[in-house]
Each structure stands twice: as structure tokens, then as C-alpha cells.
């Protein structure tokens, strides 16, 4: 019953993941810069973390593991973020679900460049399917109104920094509760977004005469996307292998195109169904074949090791 639990709730952390994509890409650039919402995403993130945090046993961080907790922050919170939001205001909502997808192949790579996991014939046969999959996306796959490649290479630059952080925030789990690290990640990212030059100065051009309903989307992102989704992760982790809620992931592209035609029906969001196209379709299949095979041999060797 509580693994039927934990599969819900990882579920329903990629539908607001996956809703996020379309909603988001309504609010900018019309009503918020990327920077903006960037800012007020981390801000709302971080001071909701911190309540959550008073209330629980303080944990005491060594000075040795602020600089990873910096990098962290760098990382996981503002550079993926930054690029994120300013490929998502550039490409389309379909193509972020797409690409956020190789995200765990990213993070197989990396295991392999700096955690000196081996990589098998068949892993690196994966990589490299996904990786020209990745690229046929990136370079061909602008078939829509809304398609840019530069959108995508930001939204490409962000999977791989979050890749990064995965791997970078991997030993502060084991030595911290996951609450500790990830508020502090957030207090270092939101240091970080300060002081990127453009989003104060995004700031106060800004205009907070906002309606309603946009401002309902922003406290998704800040509540839904943000905090309820990391509480939600963690229910998922207590009873499920890390392995089975980042596969989790593979539904995103799938929930995004969903959400894309709902809230174009409802009228919640601009019309983004011109993005997707037969051709999009064999990229998606491509990733997905090739993630898939780095993932396989992985598990068919811990067998062999166990």
C-alpha cells in the first residue's frame, strides 16, 4: 500500500512538472522576464524551505561542505533555472519536456567521467543514440511557430547543469537530512540569481500590475513545481529505489504534449500544438531508446555484482 503510495505521489510530481512547462511559458516574456520569475521562483522556494526547516531539528553544516553546497547552488538552482526559463521563453513547451528527458543520461555520463562507473558496450551504444537524438532535436526539430534553437541549447545546457548537481549534491544526502541540503542549495542559488547582473535590473523595469490568473500560474511554479514537488520526491524516496523515481522522468514529454492540448482546449494557455510534428516524434523515440539502453546494462551488471 505505501509503494502504491510512493508511485503516486512520483506520478504526480511529473504532472506538475509537466503542467509547469505550458503554464510557465504563458507568463513570459509578456508579464515577467525570465530573470524576474527566476527571482520570485527562488525567493517564495527558499522562505517556504526555511518555515518548513524551523520547525525540525537544526542540523550543523561543516565549513568544508559550503563550497558544495555553493556549487550546488550554482548548479542546481542558478544556472539551471536561468537557462531553463530562458530557453522555455524561446523554444517551445514541447521541446523542454523533450530535453529535460535526457537529463538521467546526462547524469550516466557524468557517473562515468567523475564517479568512475565503467561503462559497458551497451551503455555507451546509449549515449551515443541519445546523444543524436539530442542533436537532430536541437539543429532540425524547429518545425513549429514557436521552435528556436537557441531556446533549446539553453534548455539542453539546463539538464546538464542540473546532471551536474545530482552528481555534486549526491554525498551531502548521505551526511545530511535531504531538507537541510536542499534549503541551503536554494538560499546559496538564490544568492547566485542576485547577482546576475540583468535581473535586478530586470526588476525594476518591471511592472507588477499583473492579472489575476497570471499570478495564480506564478504561485504554481513557486508552490506546485518548487516545494510541494520536493516534499512529494522525498514521500517517493522513502519506499522506492532513487533508480525508479529519476525514471519517473521518461513521463515528462509524454504529460507536457497532454498538457499542451488541454489547456490549449481550455483556453489557459497559448496554442503550442504547431511545435509538434511526426518528425519531433522519432527525436523523442530516438532519446528515449537511447536512455533506455544506458540505463539496461547498468542494472544487469549490479546483478551480476550482488
Request: overall charge positive.
Amino acid at each position: 500500500m505505501k509503494e502504491s503510495k510512493a508511485h503516486l505521489s512520483l506520478l504526480f510530481v511529473n504532472v506538475l512538472y509537466g503542467a509547469s512547462h505550458v503554464l510557465a511559458k504563458g507568463i513570459m516574456p509578456i508579464f515577467l522576464s525570465p530573470n524576474v520569475f527566476i527571482l520570485l521562483r527562488v525567493v517564495g522556494a527558499s522562505i517556504l524551505f526555511w518555515s518548513v526547516l524551523f520547525f525540525i531539528p537544526r542540523e550543523k553544516i561543516k565549513t568544508s561542505d559550503l563550497m558544495r553546497l555553493g556549487c550546488c547552488g550554482l548548479f542546481g538552482v542558478a544556472i539551471n533555472q536561468l537557462c531553463f526559463f530562458h530557453g522555455l521563453s524561446l523554444s517551445s513547451s514541447i521541446n523542454s519536456g523533450i530535453i529535460m528527458a535526457l537529463n538521467p543520461l546526462m547524469v550516466l555520463v557524468l557517473s562515468y567521467l567523475f564517479m568512475r562507473d565503467k561503462p559497458t558496450l551497451v551503455n555507451s551504444l546509449g549515449i551515443f543514440v541519445g546523444a543524436v537524438g539530442a542533436i537532430l532535436l536541437t539543429w532540425k526539430g524547429a518545425t513549429g511557430s514557436t521552435d528556436s534553437w537557441k531556446g533549446d541549447l539553453f534548455l539542453f545546457v539546463n539538464a546538464l547543469s542540473y546532471a551536474i548537481y545530482l552528481i555534486l549534491a549526491k554525498p551531502l544526502m548521505q551526511r545530511y537530512k535531504p531538507l537541510t541540503v536542499i534549503t541551503w542549495v536554494f538560499s546559496f542559488g538564490l544568492l547566485f540569481v542576485i547577482l546576475f547582473p540583468p535581473t535586478m535590473t530586470d526588476l525594476i523595469d518591471t511592472s507588477f500590475d499583473i492579472p489575476g490568473l497570471i499570478w495564480l500560474k506564478i504561485c504554481y511554479v513557486i508552490v506546485g513545481v518548487t516545494f510541494l514537488t520536493y516534499l512529494l520526491t522525498m514521500y517517493g524516496l522513502k519506499f522506492l529505489p532513487a533508480s525508479v523515481a529519476s525514471a519517473y522522468i521518461y513521463t515528462q514529454p509524454i504529460l507536457v504534449i497532454a498538457f499542451t492540448f488541454l489547456f490549449a482546449k481550455l483556453n489557459w494557455s497559448e496554442d503550442y500544438r504547431d511545435s509538434l510534428s511526426f518528425e519531433k516524434i522519432g527525436y523523442m523515440l530516438i532519446i528515449f531508446v537511447g536512455v533506455y539502453l544506458s540505463s539496461l546494462k547498468i542494472k544487469n551488471s549490479r546483478k551480476k555484482h550482488e
